[in-house]
T-cell receptor, first 112, second 114 residues
Framework: QKEVEQDPGPLSVPEGAIVSLNCTYSNSAFQYFMWYRQYSRKGPELLMY????GNKEDGRFTAQVDKSSKYISLFIRDSQPSDSATYLCATPHIQGAQKLVFGQGTRLTINP | DAGITQSPRYKITETGRQVTLMCHQT?????MFWYRQDLGHGLRLIYYSAAADITDKGEVPDGYVVSRSKTENFPLTLESATRSQTSVYFC?????????????FGDGTRLSIL
């Protein structure tokens, strides 16, 4: 079992829709969770991170962690075509905080 | 420009050849990383370095060699390339240790091994 699982999609939604991207993780010791965004033929860039449980909001983006079910989510409100990218969840490995464990990534397309 | 740059952006080589991928960062970040990205596997850590002359294995180190003689450079060498090493390789850096420290990625090297 992978430590972080993510549905690779692809996911295609119309402009303006609310998008929900999800990951599950296996180790309850994981506490920090990150979302990276990767445009085509580019490297990933950090979008936002959360610690432990609860929600964190940044503009149109909300990251949510449910530790009881080991589930993390990224919601995008009022989605735009510029949000079309691959979204990767990640968490620092418990054996070394600098070693990130990534999900497979979900490819998202926002259709105008 | 400041940032992290990888070279070459594209490389085609043959099995058994040695190939070196270059990574250079201008931030003087302590930590540097090499990942490979494959369909179905996402990003997997190959090697990382906490400082000059300090390197350690990641999840998939076999067949790769790294060195870090200077803080700003972190080359990755495939000593005898195999087809299974065809992938997109990303270099990343982060300023210091800490769970909330972001990693900054280069734009990748697409490596094809025939």
């Amino acid at each position: 079992q992978k430590e972080v699982e993510q549905d690779p999609g692809p996911l295609s939604v119309p402009e303006g829709a609310i998008v929900s991207l999800n990951c599950t993780y296996s180790n309850s010791a994981f506490q920090y969770f990150m979302w990276y965004r990767q445009y085509s033929r580019k490297g990933p860039e950090l979008l936002m991170y959360t610690y432990s449980s609860g929600n964190k909001e940044d503009g149109r983006f909300t990251a949510q962690v449910d530790k009881s079910s080991k589930y993390i989510s990224l919601f995008i409100r009022d989605s735009q075509p510029s949000d079309s990218a691959t979204y990767l969840c990640a968490t620092p490995h418990i054996q070394g905080a600098q070693k990130l464990v990534f999900g497979q990534g979900t490819r998202l397309t926002i259709n105008p | 420009d400041a940032g992290i740059t990888q070279s070459p952006r594209y490389k085609i080589t043959e099995t058994g050849r040695q190939v070196t991928l270059m990574c250079h960062q201008t931030w003087s970040h302590s930590y540097m990383f090499w990942y490979r990205q494959d369909l179905g596997h996402g990003l997997r850590l190959i090697y990382y370095s906490a400082a000059a002359d300090i390197t350690d294995k990641g999840e998939v180190p076999d067949g790769y060699v790294v060195s870090r003689s200077k803080t700003e450079n972190f080359p990755l060498t495939l000593e005898s390339a195999t087809r299974s090493q065809t992938s997109v390789y990303f270099c990343a850096s982060s300023e210091r240790q800490g769970m909330n420290q972001p990693q900054h990625f280069g734009d990748g090297t697409r490596l094809s091994i025939l």
